[in-house]
Structure formats: structure tokens, C-alpha cells
């Protein structure tokens, strides 16, 4: 799936669609995950829906037995390109450059 082709809310749904059909492939309900996590049910429902939080879902997973499925996304992000590593001088990032810098004038321009 071509998830740069979605916009946010897409791909918040998709995410809620693959936990629901997780959940009920480990043939748990709605009901005893929230028991299980101490969320709400409707926390529950909220995830499934595409919408709820980071730490929601972390739990979630963990209860379903499935967080190594973060695997794709944490390993994506602690790979460095020998290119990038090299340019660092074998340097430990510290920090993101994000969105601020200086205009032409020197001014500290925000984004």
C-alpha cells in the first residue's frame, strides 16, 4: 500500500482497521481488550476508528501480542546511511534541524 498516496486520516483508519481484524483474528472482543489494557471501551472503539493516541496503541499491541509489528517502524528510523554516517564523523545525531532557521537577513524565521 502506497501510504504517501493517503492523506492522515486514511492511513489512521487503515491502522484502526488492522487492529480490529487483530483483535478479532485473536478472537478477543472490544470489551475484554479494554479490560485488559484499562481503557475505556470506548478507547477501544476510538482506536479502531482511526482515532486515539500513540500510548493507546502501544498498549494495545502489547496486550494483543503484537508489538513487534513496530519493528518496521523503529528499525526505519535508527538506520543511518554509511553516506549520512560518514558526513556526521561517526557522531551520534543529537537533534533534528526542524523547521527553523535564518532568512537572507539573518532573522530567525519560524515555519
Do not use: C
Not at 471501551?41 to 482506536?47: E, G, R, V
Not at 537533534?95 to 539573518?106: F, I, Q, T, V
Amino acid at each position: 500500500m502506497d501510504f504517501y498516496s493517503l492523506p492522515d486520516k486514511a492511513i489512521a483508519r487503515e491502522l484502526g482497521s488492522h487492529l480490529r481484524a487483530l483483535r478479532l483474528q485473536r478472537n478477543v472482543t472490544q470489551k475484554e481488550l479494554a479490560e485488559a489494557t484499562a481503557l475505556s471501551l470506548n478507547t477501544i472503539k476510538a482506536l479502531e476508528g482511526g482515532r486515539g493516541k500513540l500510548a493507546t496503541l502501544i498498549a494495545v499491541l502489547r496486550e494483543l501480542g503484537a508489538l513487534e509489528q513496530l519493528d518496521n517502524l523503529v528499525s526505519a528510523a535508527t538506520v543511518i546511511s554509511p553516506l549520512q554516517l560518514a558526513r556526521m564523523h561517526g557522531r551520534e545525531r543529537q537533534r533534528a534541524s526542524g523547521g527553523r532557521g535564518k532568512d537572507k537577513s539573518g532573522d530567525e524565521t519560524e515555519w
